[in-house]
């Protein structure tokens, strides 16, 4: 078997490699958003903290 047999995968390669992709794509999404959602919760965190210190 060579590469572009493996590939192909009998005409179902372009189904199989593209729900890879977008498997892919969604796990980096994914990340990203969880990434954004910690930032923003740590600023929050770090705004109650200096709101209660200046009390």
């Excluded at 192909?8 to 954004?36: K, Q, T």
């Excluded at 600023?43 to 903290?49: G, I, T, Y």
């Amino acid at each position: 078997m060579n590469w572009s047999e493996f590939f192909a995968m009998n005409g179902y390669g372009f189904y199989v490699w593209g729900s890879y992709g977008v498997a892919v794509l969604i796990f980096m999404i994914e990340i990203i958003l969880v990434r954004h959602k910690r930032k923003i919760t740590l600023q929050q965190l770090r705004m109650m903290r200096d709101a209660g210190e200046e009390e």
